[in-house]
Structures are given as structure tokens and as C-alpha cells.
């Protein structure tokens, strides 16, 4: 469908403004929101303020586009470009991908993972985990796991992970 498109009312500053607009305008079978947001990169709490609304109390794929980023006009048709390949991969696409790779004719799982270590959370560990769930690694499942022990930089919970990441590819 055309996508719908809607001025924003109020201060373009205040992300109770753009909370309130979205909340109005939008149905629950929007596939994805682009917005364009005034501001430059980290120089206010805007954009925090509205993703963080747009990812717990209206759980959509979303792109926001500052204004100050376009509006130089400097490699503007990579910056599109960029955002558009962004967009594809947030609504399920396969932004790019690697052929030919030696292993990867029979089923084969990429790891990663990261161990993250969190004062607030009274210094406890997460385990980050990543994995391939298909040929062509551009499929991922994904876990974090708060740790039980204080500053474990061992992954005590990868088995757990690395268990639930099996069953995915399976």
C-alpha cells in the first residue's frame, strides 16, 4: 500500500509530541515507520526518547532519518542508500551476503558472542550469543543471559545458548 504520510503537530523537539502523533496515526498493521527528525547525532534525547517508544509500547521496525544528516546534501545518494538497506533488513530482507564460501555447501552454524560486564546490574555478567539458522548466513538467532556469578567473564550460560541456537538451525 502507499505509505501514509502525516505531519507532525506541536514542537518537533518534544518526544511527547511525536508519542502522541504516532499513538494517533498509527494502526497496529504498519509494517515499518520512517521518520524524519529534526536534530543532529547525540545532541539531544529525542531520538533515545522516541525509539524507546517505538521498540516496548508499539513494537514496529523503524528508521529515523535526521534532518541535519540529508540536509548537508553531501553524499546524499549514499546516505539513502544506506538508510534504504537499513530499512530492508529491519523488515526481514537480506541486505547483502557472501557466495562461494568453502564450508558453507553443507549445514553450517557462524557464532559469535560477547560478554558484557554491567555495574548497575551489580556487576554481573551478560552473555551476548549470536548464530547462523541458515545456508547463507544472513538468518540469525540471538540471546542474552544475565550471568549468576559476579564479573564471570567465562560463559557458564553458553551451553544454554549455544543449545537453544542448535535447536533454531535444526
Known amino acids: 500500500a502507499q505509505p501514509e504520510i502525516f505531519p507532525l503537530k506541536g ?7 511525536w508519542t502522541k502523533e504516532l499513538k494517533a496515526k498509527l494502526n497496529p498493521n504498519v509494517q515499518a515507520v520512517v521518520l524524519l527528525m529534526p536534530g543532529a547525532k547525540g545532541k539531544n534525547t529525542l531520538y533515545d526518547d522516541v525509539k524507546r517508544f517505538l521498540l516496548t509500547e508499539f513494537p514496529v521496525p523503524s528508521q529515523v532519518v535526521l534532518c541535519n544528516t ?19 533488513a529491519k523488515i526481514g530482507g537480506i541486505p547483502w551476503t557472501v557466495d562461494n564460501l568453502p ?10 558472542m560477547d560478554v558484557f560486564h554491567n555495574t548497575s546490574l551489580g556487576k554481573k555478567s551478560v552473555l551476548a550469543l549470536t548464530a547462523s539458522v541458515n545456508n547463507s548466513a544472513t538468518k540469525y538467532f540471538s540471546t542474552a543471559v544475565i550471568q549468576t556469578e559476579l564479573g564471570q567473564e567465562a560463559a557458564l550460560s553458553l551451553q544454554e545458548g549455544m543449545t537453544k541456537a542448535l535447536e533454531s538451525f535444526k
Open 70 to 88: 540529508i540536509a548537508k546534501g553531501k553524499n546524499l545518494r549514499s546516505i539513502v542508500n544506506k538508510i534504504l538497506i537499513q530499512i530492508n
Open 11 to 17: 514542537n518537533a523537539n518534544q518526544a511527547s509530541n
Open 103 to 112: 564450508f558453507m555447501d553443507k549445514p553450517t552454524m557462524v557464532c559469535g
